[in-house]
Nanobody, 123 residues
């Protein structure tokens, strides 16, 4: 599986942005999909994940209520809708695919990674 993330950019605090992650391969629908982010000088952190069938999702407390993950299996794409953005959301955002069937909250539980897309939120 190859993942291509896009949609990052420079926005003001309070704005919205939607990230996309498109996967190659016919097995996309069998993978859980997650988003992680890494801010300058910090470790990569979990943001959200969605189950292989889209029926379940999980969010980090820092983004709960502001971010929404969704997937479109027909388009082999997972989305991250980010609303009410804050300067502390500034980071490179990575999408990842996992065959782990539980709640994959750690980067080592993911099998494939996209290249990352930069989100910068100005105050």
């Amino acid at each position: 599986v190859q993942l291509q993330a896009s949609g990052g950019g420079l926005v003001q605090a309070g704005s919205s942005l939607r990230l996309s992650c498109t996967a190659s391969g016919r097995t996309f629908s069998s993978y859980g999909m997650g988003w992680f982010r890494q801010a300058p000088g910090k470790e990569r952190e979990f943001v959200t994940l969605i189950s292989w069938n889209g029926g379940n999702s999980y969010y980090a407390d820092s983004v709960k209520g502001r971010f929404t993950i969704s997937r479109d299996s027909a388009k082999n794409t997972v989305y991250l809708q980010m609303n009410s953005l804050k300067p502390e959301d500034t980071a490179v955002y990575y999408c990842a695919a996992t065959r782990f069937t539980g709640w994959a909250l750690h980067s080592y539980e993911y099998d494939y990674w996209g290249q990352g897309t930069l989100v910068t939120v100005s105050s």
